[in-house]
């Protein structure tokens, strides 16, 4: 087992990353925004973006420069949307997971435009799913902040103003992801719920395409070069996320300010307990950094890859440099951007991380 796991930091200046759809309590207008917060107890706000959220700016992301990456088709019955569902042809059916169950019959419609296009690849009466190899947990902020009720007016018609409200927030999120590199690629067509990614007709297509049969685990597998391909085009579009609500009131930067990467043996994350706030400045663990690392061992298959951008926290980054020299070996630094496309190449120099 194989997991490239992340912890990723965002800074906003001023920004509603994510709203919630509900309004603004004590609002002075009808028209109002308000962002997804978490509330702790005698603590404060903390604001908020969803996995979900996260993912979306990923997929957006690659589709603007896809380099190879073949992005599913979506389609809609009603009140029902579905990717393809088709992992041995679209790159984010295999990496980001898919459900796909047949629905009843679909009513007639006068209206042939709003009839959806039929997918590419059918079913034969299964329901498919696929957990999703990339995992990414909610970002939440580091501290609680104050939240920013602002007040704003539509003013380009004739007449009165339309007034509207809206709510934002400064702070630092910090987010985990993790990816299962042997379950990219890999198909299982085992009857377990989440884990028949496989009905028959894709099956026949896997015999086609002469996909590895792995009949001991149930699945069929890509070849390792295609796998490679597509897990690199992912990791490398991580440092170029682009997305979230409001940008045109706030244009926020959701590139990462700070990440730390690295190849490991188990899922679980190392890296989420290395940064807090005091006194309104994020703060760096050190003395906690250098404990994880001793403490993992063997367990990290790589070196673990520090991205700091530069001109953030110049005095946390500072910390790095006073790490004893056996603990700074083990490291690969630079920009968030440099980290991520030299972690691509040290993929594509252990591809049996994949298997």
Do not use: C
Request: proline share 6%; hydrophobic share 35%; charged share 25%.
């Amino acid at each position: 087992m194989s997991y490239l796991t992340a912890m990723l930091l965002i800074d906003v200046s001023a920004g509603a990353l994510n709203n919630s759809g509900e309004a603004i309590p004590n609002a002075r207008t009808q028209n109002t925004s308000s962002v997804k917060t978490i509330r702790k107890r005698g603590v404060g706000d903390f604001p908020y973006f969803t996995a979900q959220a996260y993912r979306r700016w990923l997929r957006v992301t690659i589709e603007a420069d896809p380099q190879g990456w073949q992005m599913s088709p979506v389609y809609r019955e009603e009140k029902v949307a579905y990717t393809d569902s088709n992992p041995l042809l679209f790159w984010d059916d295999d990496l980001f997971g898919y459900m796909r169950a047949p629905g009843k019959a679909k009513k007639d419609k006068k209206d042939s435009d709003s009839t959806p296009a039929e997918p590419t690849t059918g079913l034969d009466g299964s329901a498919i799913t696929r957990i999703s190899p990339l995992r990414v947990s909610t970002f939440v902020s580091i501290a609680p902040v104050n939240i920013v009720d602002d007040f704003g007016v539509m003013s380009r018609q004739e007449g009165d103003p339309a007034p509207y409200e809206h709510q934002f927030y400064r702070a630092t999120f910090q987010g985990l992801l993790s990816l299962d590199l042997a379950s990219a690629g890999t198909f299982s067509y085992s009857r377990r719920a989440g884990f028949q990614n496989l009905d028959s007709i894709r099956l026949e297509q896997a015999k086609e395409h002469n996909l590895d049969h792995l009949p001991q685990r149930l699945a069929y597998r890509l070849p390792r070069e295609e796998r490679l391909q597509r897990v690199r085009r992912l990791v490398e579009a991580i440092p170029l996320v682009q997305g979230g609500a409001k940008q045109t009131l706030h244009y926020t930067d959701t590139t990462p300010v700070v990440t730390i990467a690295a190849v490991t043996k188990y899922g679980n994350h190392p890296f989420n307990l290395l940064f807090d706030e005091k006194g309104g400045q994020v703060t760096f663990k050190a003395e906690a950094f250098e404990a994880t690392l001793k403490s993992l061992g063997d367990q990290l298959l790589s070196p673990v890859y520090i991205g700091w951008k530069p001109g953030y926290a110049p005095d946390q980054q500072e910390k790095l440099e006073a790490l004893p020299d056996e603990i700074k070996q083990g490291l690969v630094g630079g920009t968030p951007l440099d980290v991520y496309r030299a972690l691509s190449k040290e993929l594509a120099d252990n591809p049996g991380w994949l298997d």
